[in-house]
């Protein structure tokens, strides 16, 4: 074998030496940064609040009930059709905030009664889901308090009608209507 064929050979075996650590070095590296990132994905208490069910067979129209979703208490309503038609008859001018927040419309979506019943795709008009958290500063406001036939936070004074819409005081926003979606006539998914 000549110097020149040693060394060539020699290159060779530290090229390959050089490329096996970098790859077990990558392989390594991965399965220790594995850990790190992954307790990073929710756990699994979270990722159970992210949708819940609920049997809505037994509200009739006027009746409310408060289930907790992501830690929030959130309404479900089911209104009357003097309601439903009331709440459509509401100038856009006369609400503090003209936006849905309706997480099943677009985002710029106006704040009509029919649009705050909305969930996406459905014709079912008669169902209010709102989160109950007031949007000033986070109390609980009460139905069936105040001038607009909703929900008052008597904290501050904030009103909301029949649609959770934010009509006197210092909120700044609607109530959130969060996504939700009916699975039959008798149940619906929020989340």
């Known amino acids: 074998m000549t110097v020149a064929q040693s060394q060539t050979a020699d290159s060779s075996r530290r090229d390959f030496l050089y490329i096996a650590t970098s790859a077990a070095g990558a392989v390594g590296a991965t399965m220790a940064a594995w850990p790190l990132v992954a307790q990073m994905n929710p756990a699994a208490n979270v990722l ?3 949708s819940i069910e609920v049997d809505i067979s037994t509200i009739e129209p006027g009746q409310l009930i408060t289930v907790t979703w992501r830690g929030k208490p959130t309404f479900i309503r089911r209104l009357t059709a003097d309601e439903v038609a009331a709440a459509d008859a509401v100038s856009l001018d006369d609400l503090l905030d003209d936006n849905a927040r309706n997480g099943n419309l677009d985002d710029n979506a106006e704040a009509t009664g ?6 996406a795709g459905d014709g079912a008009t008669e169902w209010l889901v709102v989160v109950g958290v007031c949007t000033h500063l986070g109390c609980i406001p009460a139905f069936d308090q105040g001038n607009y036939g909703g929900w008052l936070c008597a904290c501050h004074g904030s ?3 029949s649609v959770g819409r934010v009509r006197v005081g210092p909120a700044p926003d609607n109530l959130t209507v969060p996504p939700f979606e009916f699975l039959s006539d008798t149940r619906v998914r929020i989340g």
């Open 48 to 50: 159970a609040l992210a």
């Open 114 to 119: 029919t649009n705050r019943l909305a969930a």
């Open 159 to 161: 009103e909301y009608d």
